[in-house]
C-alpha cells in the first residue's frame, strides 16, 4: 500500500502547488508509514518532484491524457494506483483536482475529503480536518473505507525540500478511450498571477467610490507584487471583472498578506479571505467590522493613505 | 432537453456557526436555510433558460427531509416543472451522490445540474461522484453554457487564472459558478403555480458512509487588531516585514 499524489504539470512546468502536495503526500506517508509516488502527466521535469519528497515518480501517458478532461484523468489515475497498489491519492484541490475528487472517490466507492489544509492522524483509523463554512469553522472526517482520496488546498503547508532529483522515473504507458469533451481553447490573464496561487493580494471595495479610482489600488499591488481582488458589490456593479470577487460567493482564498481597502468586512466576504496568514485593513469608519480579524488596521481616509502606503514600500524595496 | 437540477440546502450565508453535542453537531437553533446560491442562482437557472429555448422539462431533485419542501417549492417557483425529493439525512458527499445516481439512472436525462460547491462543507464533490456513477463527461466550474442545437454544448469552465472552452454532446453534468446565469427572484405567479407542481418523494436505498463528519472547532479568535498610525505607513511596512513576514 503507498500514497499516490498527483502533482498538475501546466505547459509542461509545475508551480509552488505542485510541490505542496507532494511534500504534504510524503509527509502523509510518513504518517501511514509507506511510500510516496508522485504521478504526472506531461511534464517537462519530472524528477524535480524528487527534491519535494516522492521516494519514485511515474509519468503517466496516454494520446487521450493531451488535454485535461475529468474523465480520462480519473481512469489514467485508477490505472496508476492499481499498478502501484496505492490506497491512497491525493490531489491539488485546483479547477482540475475539484473535477477528479469526486469521480475517483466514487469510482472506488470510497471516503473523500476535499479541500484539506492539515495533515492528517492514523490513530484508531484515518482521520482528517478540512475548512467548512466558507471558513467560518473546521470539520475532522473520518474515512473508513481502505482506499481514501484527498485534496489540498494551496498554502496549506510550504514544500520542503526532502529529497533529490537522483529519483526514479518510470513511464506509464496506459491504455485509455479518448475524452467525450473536447478542449477548443483555453484563455489565461496574461502577465498576472490569478488570484487562488496569489501570495499577495491588494483587494478593494465599495469605500473606493467608483472605478474611476482604481489606480492608486493598481499602483500599490503593482508595486508590491501583489494580484488585485475586490468585494461582491464592486464585481456586482462591474466596477471590476468578476473573476476578482472575493468571498462566500466568489472565490476563497488564503494568501501570505490580504491588504483590504475599503471593504468593511461583511460576514460574506471575510469568509473568503480570513484564512489568510495576514490581513491589513484599511478604512475609515473605525467601527468596520473588519477590524476584529484584522492583524494591522489603519483607520484612516483610503485616498490619503493607501498613495503613502506605495511610496512606503517603494522605499522599503529599494533599500 | 430534459435537465436535472440537483439542489442542496444550506444556511444562509449570515447565519452564526455554532456546534453541540461536544462539537459533534451543527448547531441548527435560530439558523434560516436557503436553497445553495450556486444551485439556485446559476444551475437551476440555466436549466429553466434551456428549457425555454428548446422544450422539454426541468427536473429538481433534493436529497433531504420533509423539512426541506420549502426550498423545492421555491425551486418549482423559480421554473422547475417538477420535483423530486429522495428521502434520507445523507452524512457524506458520497451518500447523497448515490441517492442521486440511483434515481437518475433510469430516466433520460440530456444534462444533470450542479451548483460549483455547497457553502456549507464546500465539497465540490457531488457533481463528479454522479458523473463517475452514471459514467458522464462532468465540466465544473461552468461559467457559460451556449447550445445552438441540443445535439452540441460548448462550455467555459473557469480554471485558473482564466477559462478553458469545451465542446461536448449530451448527456453530461455540470456543476455551475457565477456567470453561468443571473439570479431570478420568483414571481407571484411562478410561487402560485409552483403550490399545483408535482413533487415526489421517492424512498432512499441503502447506501454504505466510506466517511463521516466526527467533529467539528471553531476558529481560534485572532488577537487584537494593532492600529497602525496612519501618518506613520513606514511603521506598517516594518512590521509587516519583521513581525510578520510577509513581504
Known amino acids: ?319 | 432537453m430534459n435537465i436535472l437540477v440537483c439542489v442542496s440546502k444550506t444556511p444562509e450565508t449570515t447565519a452564526k456557526i455554532s456546534f453541540t453535542d461536544d462539537n459533534t453537531q451543527f448547531n441548527t437553533e435560530g439558523v434560516n436555510y436557503i436553497m445553495n446560491p450556486y444551485d439556485e442562482w446559476y444551475a437551476l437557472v440555466r436549466a429553466v433558460e434551456l428549457k425555454e429555448q428548446f422544450g422539454g422539462e426541468v427536473t429538481l431533485l433534493n436529497v433531504g427531509p420533509a423539512a426541506n419542501d420549502a426550498i423545492i417549492r421555491k425551486g418549482l417557483a423559480i421554473g422547475a416543472d417538477k420535483a423530486v425529493r429522495v428521502d434520507a439525512e445523507p452524512g457524506s458527499a458520497y451518500e447523497t451522490a448515490k441517492h442521486i445516481a440511483n434515481y437518475a439512472k433510469d430516466q433520460d436525462f440530456d444534462g444533470v445540474f450542479f451548483g460549483k460547491e455547497t457553502i456549507d462543507y464546500n465539497g465540490s464533490e457531488v457533481g463528479g461522484m454522479v458523473a463517475e456513477l452514471m459514467d458522464l463527461p462532468f465540466i465544473s466550474y461552468a461559467s457559460k453554457l451556449e447550445m445552438d442545437s441540443t445535439d452540441e454544448a460548448t462550455i467555459t469552465r473557469d480554471i485558473e487564472g482564466g477559462v478553458e472552452v469545451l465542446e461536448v454532446a449530451p448527456p453530461f453534468c455540470l456543476s455551475a459558478a457565477k456567470g453561468l446565469a443571473e439570479q431570478k427572484i420568483p414571481n407571484m405567479r411562478g410561487i402560485m403555480m409552483a403550490k399545483r407542481k408535482p413533487l415526489e418523494v421517492v424512498e432512499a436505498e441503502e447506501v454504505n458512509q466510506p466517511a463521516e463528519v466526527v467533529g467539528f472547532r471553531l476558529p481560534e479568535e485572532k488577537g487584537k487588531v494593532t492600529l497602525i498610525d496612519p501618518e506613520n505607513m513606514e511603521e506598517l511596512v516594518r512590521l509587516l516585514h519583521e513581525e510578520a513576514k510577509v513581504i
Open chain 1, 1 to 319: 500500500m503507498s500514497v499516490l499524489v498527483y502533482a498538475e504539470a501546466h505547459g509542461g512546468a509545475f508551480n509552488k502547488k505542485a510541490f505542496e502536495v507532494v511534500t504534504y503526500a510524503r509527509k502523509t506517508a510518513d504518517i501511514l508509514g509507506t511510500e510516496c509516488i508522485a504521478a504526472t502527466v506531461n511534464s517537462d521535469n519530472p524528477e524535480k518532484l524528487g527534491v519535494y519528497g516522492a521516494h519514485k515518480v511515474v509519468q503517466l501517458q496516454s494520446g487521450a491524457l493531451e488535454k485535461f478532461d475529468a474523465g480520462t484523468y480519473t481512469k489514467a489515475l485508477d490505472q496508476a494506483a492499481e499498478k502501484l497498489g496505492a490506497d491512497t491519492v491525493i490531489l491539488q484541490h485546483s479547477s482540475d483536482g475539484k473535477s477528479l475528487i469526486g469521480r475517483l472517490a466514487a469510482r472506488w466507492g470510497c471516503g473523500s475529503v476535499s479541500a484539506v489544509n492539515q495533515l492528517p492522524t492514523y490513530e484508531g483509523g484515518f482521520k482528517v480536518e478540512k475548512p467548512v463554512f466558507s471558513g467560518k469553522a473546521f470539520a475532522t472526517y473520518s474515512i473508513s473505507s481502505d482506499r481514501r482520496v484527498l485534496s489540498l488546498v494551496g498554502n496549506s503547508l510550504p514544500p520542503e525540500e526532502m529529497g533529490d532529483e537522483q529519483v526514479d522515473v518510470e513511464k506509464f504507458d496506459l491504455d485509455i478511450e479518448a475524452p467525450k469533451v473536447k478542449v477548443v481553447k483555453v484563455d489565461k490573464v496574461k502577465g498576472e498571477i490569478p488570484l487562488p496561487e496569489a501570495e499577495l493580494v491588494v483587494s478593494a471595495g465599495r469605500g473606493m467610490k467608483g472605478p474611476e479610482n482604481w489606480g492608486i489600488i493598481e499602483e500599490l499591488a503593482d508595486t508590491l507584487g501583489a494580484t488585485t481582488a475586490c468585494s461582491r458589490p464592486v464585481s456586482d456593479s462591474d466596477w471590476r471583472p468578476h473573476h476578482e470577487h472575493v468571498g462566500q460567493t466568489g472565490i476563497a482564498i488564503r494568501p501570505n498578506l490580504y491588504i483590504a481597502i475599503g471593504i468593511s468586512g461583511a460576514i460574506q466576504h471575510l469568509a473568503g479571505v480570513n484564512n489568510s496568514d495576514t490581513i491589513v485593513v484599511i478604512n475609515k469608519d473605525p467601527e468596520a467590522p473588519f477590524f476584529k480579524s484584522a492583524d494591522y488596521g489603519v483607520v484612516a481616509d483610503l485616498f490619503d493613505v493607501v498613495p503613502r502606503l506605495t511610496e512606503a514600500i517603494k522605499k522599503f524595496k529599494a533599500s
